[in-house]
Structures are given as structure tokens and as C-alpha cells.
């Protein structure tokens, strides 16, 4: 059965400082990848997905098959992207997510 | 339109009563997804649709769950005889095609169901 680990249930960094969320997971077979936040009294949205290799918000995330991780990277962290953010493996369309970090950049 | 809508936003109510959660997808969007989360944890998946087939339902996690969603369009998630354990946030997704990984999943603002 496949599996996400998020290992941080909390992260602070100061503003302007880099940020990294780290995503491992477990799945024998190709995984896609997501990543979801949830802002303050908003609901649950995607950030990126793997397959897509974009930058979103300044947030990068490069799957590793040999480490077998997914992690969320961004160079500056900014006071607006205090959120919950998730990462979510998808099989036939299913999401499994983690337990999730709760990221607090202060000014 | 308008994004994923379920209702009622907020549920309080007594060990065991039935409860219905209705979930009103994107217009157009095959698939419908059922997910419920517990404090501090991520969402996991309950069932999903195609269209109105029940695709999956192996998350469901007793025979007192069920789901529905007879016209492909809307859905209700039944719990019956609630238990103070299904207290959770129960969130509905939808996307426009099923099965397929690549398809973004927009989240409703879920249902916070607590059981007294």
C-alpha cells in the first residue's frame, strides 16, 4: 500500500529565509506526486503536482525516485505563505495524503 | 460556476443518529471523491465516483457509511448510527475526468461533523 510521510508537523522561518518541507513516500509503482496548501479559513487547494515542473508562488518541488521524496522548496520564504501544506500521492486517481505541515514565516 | 459546495458546513449532533453530507461538484466534472480527516492528520480517502458508479469503496471504513450519487451530479455521504469517532472534517472533491492521476482535484470547504 502506498504511503506519505511529512516529518514536520510544525516549521518556522523568518521572512526572506529559504524553506524547505520535506515529502517521502512509498509506492511500488510510478508515483504523481502533489502538493496541496491550505491557507487560514480557506479550503484545501492544489499548489503543483510533479508532472508539471512549474514554479508556483516561488515554490519549486523536483521528485527523487532514488530517495524516493518530494519536497517542497522556496528560496524566500514570505509572511503570506504561513499555511497547512500537504503532500498527496495519487494511485487511479486516489489521493493519499500526509499528515501534513503547519509552516509559520515570521516578519 | 461555482466551486465544490457541501452542506451543512458545521453538524452537531447526538450518538447515534443518522447524518446525511451532501456534496454539489464542479458542473461538468466526472469524478466525485469522498475524504474524510481527523484533528491533526492528513485527509483519507473514503469512496469515489464515476459519473453515478460507484467506483471504489474501499476506504469506507464500516457498512454504517455509505455513499450516493444517483444523477452523476450530486452526492450524500450517509453515516448511520453515528459514533462519537466519526467526529472529522468530511471533504468532497471533484475533477473532470476520472481514474486518471494527472487531474487536479478541487476541494470543497468540507463538513465539520461532531458527535456528542
Known amino acids: 500500500a502506498q504511503r506519505v510521510t511529512q516529518p514536520e508537523k510544525l516549521l518556522s522561518v523568518f521572512k526572506g529565509a529559504p524553506v524547505e518541507l520535506k515529502c517521502n513516500y512509498s509506492?511500488?509503482?510510478?508515483?504523481?506526486l502533489f502538493w496541496y496548501v491550505q491557507y487560514s479559513r480557506q479550503r484545501l487547494q492544489l499548489l503543483l503536482r510533479h508532472i508539471s515542473r512549474e514554479s508556483i508562488k516561488g515554490f519549486t518541488a523536483d521528485l527523487n525516485k532514488g530517495e524516493t521524496s518530494f519536497h517542497l522548496k522556496k528560496p524566500f520564504a514570505q509572511e503570506e505563505d504561513s499555511a497547512m501544506y500537504y503532500c498527496?500521492?495519487?494511485?487511479?486517481?486516489?489521493?493519499?495524503f500526509g499528515q501534513g505541515t503547519i509552516l509559520t514565516v515570521h516578519p | 460556476g461555482a466551486g465544490v459546495s457541501q452542506s451543512p458546513r458545521y453538524k452537531v449532533t447526538k450518538r447515534g443518529q443518522d447524518v446525511a453530507l451532501r456534496c454539489d461538484p464542479i458542473s461538468g466534472h466526472v469524478s466525485l471523491y469522498w475524504y474524510r480527516q481527523a484533528l491533526g492528520q492528513g485527509p483519507e480517502f473514503l469512496t469515489y465516483f464515476n459519473y453515478e458508479a460507484q467506483q471504489d469503496k474501499s476506504g469506507l471504513p464500516n457498512d454504517r457509511f455509505s455513499a450516493e450519487r444517483p444523477e452523476g451530479s450530486i452526492s450524500t455521504l450517509t453515516i448511520q448510527r453515528t459514533e462519537q469517532r466519526d467526529s472529522a472534517m468530511y471533504r468532497c472533491?471533484?475533477?473532470?475526468?476520472?481514474?486518471?492521476?494527472?487531474?487536479?482535484?478541487?476541494f470543497g470547504a468540507g463538513t465539520r461533523l461532531s458527535v456528542l
Open positions: 498527496a500521492l495519487s494511485v487511479y486517481g486516489k489521493l493519499t
Open positions: 472533491a471533484s475533477s473532470l475526468s476520472g481514474g486518471a492521476s494527472k487531474n487536479i482535484q478541487y
Open positions: 509506492y511500488s509503482g510510478s508515483p504523481e
